[in-house]
């Protein structure tokens, strides 16, 4: 049964974000809404909530449907109010007395602990706050609900349970995502709609299948737009001759011949449709310095503790040589970000236990991008390294940064813009070690596999952590797991991944 009807529907602001899109959602649907960083996938979820009016077409509804719309922040009134109130707030007013349990229910069911559920949403991780949204949506008992990145802010074992709470929504109640992790699409999704700025695609199957017809059905739309140029051109070289031959011989009707011949290529032509060409958000490169030492990074059995000095495990005895990726796994709290500071603490010449090679060149980022100072200007944080005006406004502006950003502090960039610029400085330090935490954070699809085609390409040796099952995948050749106070190597991240998803 159908409940939602979208029909020819644009949305232009500036540039069109997207165009002519007609889109039937029904019962049991689980949509996959995939577009690059502000390109339109949050404006198509607030247009079919009613939040924003689109600037043509038409949106239709099932009678008396109720939408659940889950938004990538708290609204700043609510931030005060405790987990528990906020979602007891989304209850109409007339139930509150009556059906309050059903918060209980919900919040049971979303395994939200019980003194999270009396702390006031500012004082919680933005994950926790992402839970409270998703429970306030949900205790309205909706039929289609929007879920607008709803694995930010997620460690994996909070990905597998909205994952496995996902999978027993009822089967009648339709699902619309937006995401940009693709391990989470292809777990939860059973259609994926590729938002475009004109020729949006639907298929009705989940994110990695999905984009392999969309890459088939980008080569078809190619090879059929040179296909219909070749025939143009060639009735138009037809043309040619039989107007010389009409001029010479004085022939009426091979001059008429000739315009028929001329008119049908130039209708081909105007027909004819460029095959879709996606717009980057800018561009990653990367590269690799090289190095003849042999171990990069030594670690002698190191003791990892926390900040205030509790053990926490033995490193054992690890290197890290040219060419390694590897992925430092662990579930929260187990001293990944330890580990990490003291191989950061070494590498940058401060006092630390790990040993390095006098050789390394370090390229640093971590989640946060903390490396990056907000108070500066792009053309400011790439300023020390000897570019040049012209030269340097010409690599920020490959990076998704417009000559127009360039002068204005880095605080008004989004997230994407401003982790491109990231890897724009990590590019122009030529290191020959990465040093990546959560770097996969705030970049859309086509930064992520960007990114990991360079690390691969080049061969870079890099120490990684990652909550993103994709990334870690394609990326790393070694894997170290911090699992019951030790620091061993696994062939495999499954083992540790089916842990934590389960």
Not at 23 to 34: F, Q
Not at 138 to 149: A, S
Not at 257 to 262: I, S
Request: glycine share 8%; with cysteine.
């Amino acid at each position: 049964m159908s409940l939602i009807n979208i029909q020819k529907l644009s949305v232009t602001l500036g540039d069109p974000l997207f165009s002519d899109l007609t889109v039937t959602i029904s019962k049991g649907d689980r949509l996959g809404l995939v577009a690059a960083n502000g390109r339109g996938k949050t404006t198509l979820l607030n247009c079919i909530s009613g939040g924003i009016e689109p600037t043509s077409g038409d949106i239709t509804t099932a009678r008396g449907l109720r939408v659940g719309h889950v938004a990538q922040y708290v609204p700043e009134g609510d931030l005060d109010l405790t987990l528990y109130d906020k979602v007891l707030a989304a209850l109409p007013v007339e139930q509150v007395d009556f059906e309050s349990w059903r918060v209980d229910v919900v919040l049971d069911e979303l395994a939200v602990p019980y003194d999270l559920q009396q702390t006031p949403l500012r004082e919680l991780s933005g994950g926790w706050q992402r839970t409270a949204m998703l429970a306030s949506a949900w205790i309205t008992q909706p039929d289609v609900l929007l879920l607008d990145e709803p694995t930010n802010h997620l460690d994996l074992h909070r990905i597998g349970l909205l994952e496995t709470w996902l999978g027993n929504l009822p089967r009648d109640v339709a699902v619309i995502m937006t995401s940009h992790d693709r391990a989470f699409l292809d777990a939860t999704t059973n259609r994926t709609l590729f938002l475009r700025a004109d020729t949006s695609r639907d298929f009705a199957v989940s994110f990695s299948h999905a984009r392999l017809a969309l890459d088939e059905a980008d080569a078809a739309d190619e090879r059929r737009f040179a296909n219909d140029l070749n025939k143009a051109s060639q009735l138009r070289k037809q043309a040619a001759k039989l107007k010389n031959i009409g001029i010479n011989s004085g022939s009426d009707l091979l001059i008429t011949k000739t315009k028929q011949l001329t008119e049908r290529a130039a209708k081909i032509e105007a027909a004819a449709k460029p095959a879709h060409r996606e717009k980057s958000a800018g561009e990653i490169k990367l590269g690799n310095a090289g190095t003849h030492a042999k171990a990069l990074v030594t670690l002698d059995d190191l003791a990892v503790n926390t900040p205030d000095d509790r053990w926490l495990y033995n490193t054992g005895a690890k290197w890290i040589t040219p060419g390694d990726r590897i992925v430092l796994l662990g579930a929260n709290g187990t001293g990944k970000t330890q580990l990490v500071e003291m191989v950061h603490r070494a590498l940058i010449g401060a006092d630390s236990p790990v040993k390095c090679a006098p050789s390394v060149s370090l390229g640093y980022s971590d989640q946060h991008l903390s490396q990056l100072d907000d108070s500066n200007t792009p053309m400011q944080t790439i300023g020390d390294f000897g570019l040049g005006d012209q030269r340097a406004r010409g690599l920020l502006a490959a990076a998704g940064v417009t000559i127009q950003m360039q002068d204005g502090p880095l605080g008004k960039l989004s997230g994407g813009q401003k982790a491109r610029l990231a890897m724009l400085v990590l590019r122009l330090q030529h290191p020959n070690f990465y040093l990546l935490d959560e770097p996969t954070n705030h970049l859309d699809i086509e930064g992520q596999e960007a990114l990991e085609e360079e690390l691969t390409a080049h061969d870079a040796a890099c120490l990684l952590v990652s909550h993103d099952r994709s990334f870690v995948r394609n990326v790393g050749n070694r894997f170290w797991w911090i699992d019951r106070r030790r620091l061993v190597e696994i062939e495999s991240p499954e083992d540790f991944f089916a842990g934590q998803m389960g």
